[in-house]
């Protein structure tokens, strides 16, 4: 009874971590051990099934047939390379008149289903208990453990891309795991995403551990599982961003109706309300710039520009190109074209730092837009911005290039010039042991011819000191012979 609740339990713990049901796991573990006892005690001709029982831990295996016709082999296979080739010759043959081919895995005739079951009728079921030999719990324990463990992995994928399949187009936490290659790997929770290099943004770093949303933009299957593709340079990003933090927009009250975005640059979103009482374009921005504020941090830094979208085409471009002033407007819907005429003054606030803001104003409009002086002189249209910008692009890809180059060139350099470092500090260090012991012996010498030299410098210092002792002794003799000499 322990045993079978370890198995419960174990089971149970796969189930919970692996995010599956108890039932596949029976599933997958009764084919794990059919398959065992097919490969090592099976007959060829045996269609072998089991039951396996959660609460003992046992298991039962049958030889499962179903009941069909008799029929005479030989006349069958005649009839069968009649079917082939009418099939080949172009004959459509009808579902009901199809032959059927005999298996004699899990095909059992009438006459011999009645041996076994006597009652027995066509389309009838019969199970034949197997025996289970003594070496059966070994064996088949090495097999299953192979199956199971496949089965779960298949198991897990297909969850995995059932679960994330129906989260499309939704933001979700992700942390950077690592590089490979020009893609960046996430890890969102069950599972890891992948960032292809056009769903990146250009200025953005991908550093190992670092938190930030994705926008999960597809969910397919491949052989090695489900791929999961996420992106942060897409437009829906920006706009489910704005449904999180502004409740207008998540509520319907306001709408966004279209969205012009270089990513990691500007954005330009247009918004729209039915409600009269509400102002779209404030509800977006937030008390003191604090809902667009919180969405411009999340893009790191990237500018969005919120305008108001009308139904006329004329004041939905005026709105689309401010700040800049315009003073008329001509629109050809046919050629789906839009001159617009400025001061000069406003010129470079109507065309922006590398034709930006016209380009942006013309994918939110959905019209070519070119800008023109008071004289109609035009200066630039969203087409020459694009070639300028891809220009500017690669000018700074070609910079980025050359410096790349330069700073590995330097890397070598130093490199070379602290190996040739490393090597002469190794080459002084094997040096150093013959010069100490050459300075030591000259020490030694030196100490030697000092210390006679020494020994002469104190006697003459004690000479030095002693005269004046002798002198006084002197003295005193003299005064003792002066007094005798007056006695």
């Not at 027995?120 to 453990?145: C, F, H, N």
């Not at 709408?255 to 012009?260: G, S």
């Not at 005026?318 to 050629?335: G, L």
């Not at 001159?339 to 000069?344: C, G, M, N, Y």
């Amino acid at each position: 009874m322990s045993e079978s609740n370890e198995l419960i339990n174990a089971i149970r713990l796969v189930c919970d971590e692996k995010n599956i049901s108890i039932d596949s796991v029976i599933n997958t573990i009764e084919a794990a051990l059919a398959a065992a006892y097919r490969k090592d005690f099976g007959e060829k001709n045996q269609n072998i099934v089991v039951e396996f029982d959660l609460e003992t831990g046992k298991s039962k295996i049958y030889d499962v047939k179903t009941v069909v016709e008799d029929v005479d082999l030989e006349e069958l296979e005649e009839k069968l390379e009649d079917q082939r080739v009418r099939r080949e010759a172009g004959e459509e043959i009808a579902e009901e008149d199809e032959i059927k081919r005999f298996n004699l895995k899990s095909d059992l005739m009438l006459t011999e289903a009645k041996k076994i079951k006597k009652d027995a009728k066509l389309e009838d079921e019969i199970r034949t208990r197997l025996s289970i030999p003594d070496d059966y719990g070994r064996m088949a324990a090495q097999t299953a453990k192979q199956v199971i463990i496949q089965r779960l992995r298949e198991a897990e994928r297909e969850n995995i891309f059932t679960e994330y399949k129906d989260r499309e187009g939704e933001v979700v936490n992700a942390s950077v795991q690592r590089m490979e290659g020009p893609n960046v790997l996430f890890d969102i929770g069950q599972a890891t995403a992948v960032m292809p290099p056009e769903h990146q943004v250009r200025r953005e770093r991908y550093e190992s551990g670092r938190r930030t949303k994705v926008l999960i933009v597809a969910v397919e299957m491949t052989p090695r599982g489900p791929r999961i593709v996420v992106s942060r340079a897409a437009e829906q990003f920006v706009v489910k961003l704005f449904e999180h933090e502004v409740p207008e927009i998540g509520s319907e009250l306001v709408t966004i109706k279209a969205v012009a975005r270089e990513p990691g640059e500007r954005t330009k979103v247009a918004v729209s309300t039915e409600e009269e009482n509400i102002d779209p374009v404030g509800s977006c921005v937030g008390q003191r710039g604090t809902r667009v504020q919180t969405i411009i941090q999340e893009l790191n830094g990237e500018k969005i520009d919120i305008v108001e979208w009308d139904d006329d085409k004329a004041a939905l471009i005026e709105n689309a190109i401010a700040p800049a002033k315009i003073i008329s407007v001509e629109i050809n819907e046919k050629e789906g074209q839009a001159i617009l005429k400025v001061k000069e003054d406003q010129l470079s606030l109507a065309i922006g730092r590398g034709g930006q803001n016209v380009r942006l104003a013309s994918k939110l409009v959905g019209m070519r837009i070119d800008i023109a002086k008071e004289d109609g002189t035009i200066e630039s249209s969203d087409e020459s911005s694009d070639s300028e910008e891809s220009k500017d692009i690669d000018k700074e890809d070609d910079v980025k290039a050359e410096k790349d180059s330069k700073d590995k060139k330097d890397d070598k350099k130093e490199k070379k010039v602290k190996e040739k470092k490393d090597k002469n500090d190794v080459e002084k260090k094997k040096d150093e042991p013959v010069e100490k012991k050459e300075k030591k012996e000259k020490k030694e010498k030196d100490t030697k011819k000092k210390e006679p030299e020494e020994k002469k410098v104190d006697k003459k210092e004690d000479v030095k000191e002693n005269p004046p002792t002798r002198k006084a002794s002197e003295g005193s003799d003299e005064k003792g012979k002066t007094k005798k000499t007056k006695k």
